[in-house]
């Protein structure tokens, strides 16, 4: 782009700041129990205040209610949307970034905010508007811009039940990311993966992943295990805590083939697997040593852990036959 077409590039962007995406647009289904199990049993959670009826009529709030991290689940288009998805601000301004070469997505964060509780029969109403557009930044990923779009959700009443920020980077692909490899390829740097995040709550797991061990958070009130950690037990909100080593043994409970896009670092294509542990905690990973047609869920599966790139060590599954 000459300066005179970025210029004008730019201007075209910056038009879409304020624009309205969705206005007051109705979610297919109320609130219902059906949508809530597959979500929780995806999620794991098992708080009753969604699923127990019984258990919700003695508690303070007296009747279930939806999860509100679900809030956004409520409005999502199906299948259908990604083939024939009618025309609005934020599809026209995409296709937009990608006429002009930013033709690269990254969801970067998400925020949400919680006002109300909606309970079963609610009806969710989504507005939605393209808050912000930032300045064209240099990332890591390439040159682009970050925009945030703001979603407000609403039920019946009109009553606020919460909100969602989502920020996305749109840029221009660094030259040749996917280009196929060259005999040349002994000659590149292996790309890195990003750093595992270390906090407070679970540097302790990635320190005795570096040691080559895989461990697993156990309540010390009362046992439970769970995984990822975190500081309190969801069981009897304890938050006094030991963990056990895992055996690294279990079974294939879904997973799914990713092709696109290819992520630096990772092997392409790359199979992301829920493990369930023979412990009972649940652990994304990958599943190596066979393809995504040889998979299949129930699958026996033997963890090992391995150096993945030159700073992360990860527990990575095979099919527990090619182990023995
Ligand atoms: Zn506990």
């Known amino acids: 782009m000459t300066p005179e077409e970025h210029q004008l590039f730019e201007q075209k962007i910056y038009a879409y700041v304020g624009r309205e995406v969705f206005s007051s647009q109705p979610a297919p289904d109320r609130i ?10 995806a ?5 009753p205040a969604y699923q127990d009826a019984e258990w919700a009529e003695q508690s303070m709030r007296g009747r279930l209610i939806g ?23 934020l599809t026209d301004m995409c296709d937009l970034f990608d006429q002009h070469g930013y033709s690269g997505v990254l969801g970067t964060n998400v925020k949400q905010e919680y006002f109300k509780e909606a309970g079963m029969g609610d009806q969710v109403f989504v507005d939605m508007i393209i808050d912000t557009i930032s300045e064209q930044k240099a990332t890591a990923r390439g040159i682009g811009y970050f925009f945030e779009s703001l979603a407000t959700f609403s039920d019946q009443h009109g009553e606020k039940i919460g909100t969602q920020r989502f920020r996305v980077l749109k840029f221009i692909p660094a030259e040749g990311a996917n280009s196929t490899v060259s005999s040349d390829e002994e000659a590149l740097e292996t790309p890195t993966r990003i750093a595992s995040p270390r906090g407070h709550d679970n540097g302790w797991w990635w320190e005795a992943a570096d040691e080559g061990r895989m461990l697993i958070q156990r309540c010390t009130a009362c046992q439970t295990l769970r995984h990822p950690p975190r500081p309190m037990c969801g069981e009897c909100q304890s938050m006094d805590w030991d963990s056990i080593e895992s055996t690294m043994q ?3 409970l879904s997973f799914t083939e990713i092709h696109h896009p ?22 994304v990973s990958n599943l190596r040593g066979c393809e995504a047609r040889d998979a299949s869920i129930g699958m026996r599966v033997s963890g090992v852990m391995e150096q993945v790139d030159d700073k992360t060590m990860l527990p990575q599954f095979y099919p527990a036959t090619q182990e023995a």
Not at 32 to 41: D, G, K
Not at 43 to 47: E, F
Request: charged share 20%.
């Open 43 to 47: 999620m794991g959670d098992k708080n």
């Open 262 to 283: 290819k992520v630096p670092g990772y092997p392409s294509p790359l199979i992301c697997a829920v493990i369930k542990m023979d412990e009972g905690t649940n652990f």
């Open 250 to 252: 279990g079974e294939v």
């Open 32 to 41: 219902n129990e059906a949508m809530i199990r597959h979500w929780a049993e």
């Open 67 to 89: 999860p509100p991290a679900m809030m956004y689940c409520w409005n999502q288009e199906g299948i259908t949307a990604a083939t024939k998805r009618s025309s609005d601000a």
